[in-house]
């Protein structure tokens, strides 16, 4: 679990000591906003549900999805 702690840390490109909760949380969000890949980001932080990660990590606010919508459009 160590060695673990310390990939994520290092995902959310901390370089001083940092709260495992925020970096965890971080590079899952890091993670699926490079990816867009939820089950990587479920495998990475160790969920058991697609769900949980699902609830945790693909909360959008207005803007996010406008810009989306508007990146989808131009294509």
């Known amino acids: ?17 940092a709260r495992t909760h925020k970096a965890r949380h971080t590079a899952g969000q890091r993670l699926l906003d490079a990816t867009g890949n939820l089950k990587a980001v479920q495998k990475l932080l160790g969920h058991e549900s697609i769900q949980t990660t699902g609830d945790i990590y693909t909360d959008w606010d207005a803007e996010q999805l406008a810009d989306s919508l508007l990146e989808a459009s131009a294509r």
Do not use: E, G
């Not at 679990?1 to 000591?17: E, F, G, W």
């Open 1 to 17: 679990m160590a060695l673990a702690r310390r990939r994520v840390i290092s995902l959310a490109s901390y370089t001083s000591p």
